[in-house]
């Protein structure tokens, strides 16, 4: 017997998102049915509602999300009911090119529950492959992480993407390391996560860009020891004059613009890192003259998911928190009930907000 639950669903472009009652299966082979607690609004559940990801719709939105295993299907071991855990879109499947060459966190063919969920008969296309923003939704067992229960639902869940990503970008992607200089451009819950990334790593200099003053004393509270407004000056001027006229050894672009890509790479030292985690529209282009990218030499990089492996870092993340090394309280900015997830777009695109936080 499938259950009926209510979930957000984007039903087409643009539209405001609503709640309907949706049909999630049992789970089969390899599933797992989870009891969702707390799920984060994020820009990419934004984008799926705009149509920016693909035309799949009806989608069936969320994808940040910690809660319970309600029952688990035929064949999965290691999860079992009442674990705690975060759902992740890495099931890395161990067999692709990339895993077999032991790089899993490139995984190019990543596990999703094989049962669809439905509305009113029709096929719901989780986002991200999850769709959290439900009472109950249904994973594949490897897009479900336990971690230590003692972490609170609505700030464990943030682990599951925006978070992840930003520390990712800057721990596995951009290595950076003890002594080194960044430059985070955009202070959202991404950028906040890659300033406070960069502190754990040990970096001696962390420069925070964003055109919101707001944004830019949050963005202290995680660790930034300097901060620019580009609305105001040249980020890249400044950037320089903070680090001796030389740039900075990591320079992690967190908006997805042209613009600030360009301030990122032209704010490096000579052989530093670019990261790319801010997710670009289709339309976007760049135009770099090529003796400058030859010239400056590095390393120009993108960050999927923050390189993670949710099965190496989750837990790992999970227990800095719990002993007060990670700071993640403060990037729930407020919870909220599953019939506000539409309020919270209005608010992220009004930067009121880094994370809204729905708990069920
Ligand atoms: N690579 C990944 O795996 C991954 C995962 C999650 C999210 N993302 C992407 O990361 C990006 C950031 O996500 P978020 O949730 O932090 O978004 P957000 O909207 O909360 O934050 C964006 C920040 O950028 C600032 N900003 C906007 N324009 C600017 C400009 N011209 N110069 C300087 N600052 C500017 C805003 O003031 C805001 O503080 C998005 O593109 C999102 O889709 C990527
Ligand atoms: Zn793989
Ligand atoms: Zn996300």
Known sequence: MAHQVKGVIAKSKGDPVAIETIEVPNPGPGEVLIDVKACGVCHTDLHYREGAINDEFPFLLGHEAAGLVEEVGEGVTGLAAGDFVILNWRAVCGHCRSCRRGRPWNCFSTHNATQKMKLDGKELSPALGIGAFAEKTLVAAGQATKVNPEAK?????????????????????GQVSRGDSVAVFGCGGVGDAAIEGSRLAGAHTIIAVDIDPTKLEWAKEFGATHTI?????????????????????????????????????????LAGTVVLVGVPNPEMKIEL??????GRGGTLKSSWYGDCLPSRDFPMLIDLYLQGRLELDRFVSETIGLDEVEEAFHKMERGEVLRSVVIL
């Open 229 to 269: 407004d580009s609305s105001k000056v040249d980020p890249v001027e400044a950037i320089r004059e903070i680090t001796d006229g030389n740039g900075v050894d990591v320079a992690i672009e967190a908006i997805g613009l042209p613009i600030t890509y360009e301030q990122a790479f032209y704010s490096r030292d």
């Open 153 to 173: 639902p609505e700030v464990a869940g943030l682990i599951g993407c925006g978070v992840m990503a930003g520390l990712g970008a800057a721990m596995n992607t």
């Open 289 to 294: 003259p090529m003796i400058e990218i030859f």
